[in-house]
């Protein structure tokens, strides 16, 4: 199977601020990547697929890249309503893998 | 309005069955694939399986395979998920999702269902 690994387990940040938040597949997914939201007491919501792509409704601030095997979710001009965890997913081959989550905490 | 309506919390004994079904509205089912997806209290998330709502070919992950089936019902534009021999550990939300076509294998989730609840406790 392969692992994907969320190199934090929380991060904080100030209103308007730029937050990153990092994945890494254990081997490679050539860019079959999504990230999800996921704010307590309800379902994830995708934001980004094939690593960069937005989702549909997902607001410009959230952007996705990829440099090596390490996926990066960024969010700029953070808001309030941002505070949730964050999970990647791998869907190159079977079973799909999550990370473990990145909890971010809005200042 | 594209929708995944699924069914009730569920209280089970260790070693019942349970079976959870969710309802696709507002996009053609038999086009797309259906995966679930379950997470434990305070967990990350866990992919389970999936089913191909066209022509039913299903996937389980190959941990949970034996105790696990997933099916569909095309006239119903519902999915279901079935786990057997429940224990404690099976104790989650189980989440049913619809397989984005614009993904590789229709890999990544886009729209999501409520959420179930199955607890396993005697």
């Known amino acids: 199977d392969i692992q994907m690994t969320q190199s934090s387990s929380s991060l904080s940040a100030y209103v308007g601020n730029t937050v990153t938040f990092t994945c890494r597949a254990s081997q490679g997914i050539r860019d079959s990547l999504a990230w999800y939201q996921q704010k307590p007491g309800q379902a994830p919501k995708l934001l980004l697929y094939t690593a960069s792509r937005l989702a549909s409704e997902v607001p410009f601030r959230f952007s996705g890249s990829v440099s090596g095997a390490d996926y990066t979710l960024t969010i700029r001009d953070v808001q309030p309503q941002d505070s949730a965890t964050y999970y990647c997913q791998q869907y190159y081959s079977l079973p799909y893998t999550f990370g473990q989550g990145t909890k971010l905490e809005i200042k | 309005q594209v929708l995944l309506v699924q069914s009730g919390a569920e209280l089970k004994n260790p070693g019942a069955s349970v079976k959870i079904s969710c309802r696709a509205t507002g996009y053609t089912f038999s086009a797309s694939s259906m995966h679930w997806v379950r997470q434990a209290p305070g967990q990350s998330l866990e992919w389970m399986g999936w089913?191909?709502?066209?022509?039913?070919?299903?996937k389980v992950s190959q941990r949970l395979m034996g105790r696990v089936t997933i099916s569909r019902d095309t006239f119903a534009t519902t999915g279901y998920l079935e786990v057997g021999r429940l224990r404690s550990e099976d104790t989650a939300t189980y989440y049913c999702a619809r397989g984005g076509k614009s993904c590789r294998s229709a890999g990544c989730l886009d729209v999501w269902g409520q959420g179930t609840s199955v607890i396993v406790s005697s």
């Open positions: 089913v191909s709502a066209g022509d039913g070919e299903s």
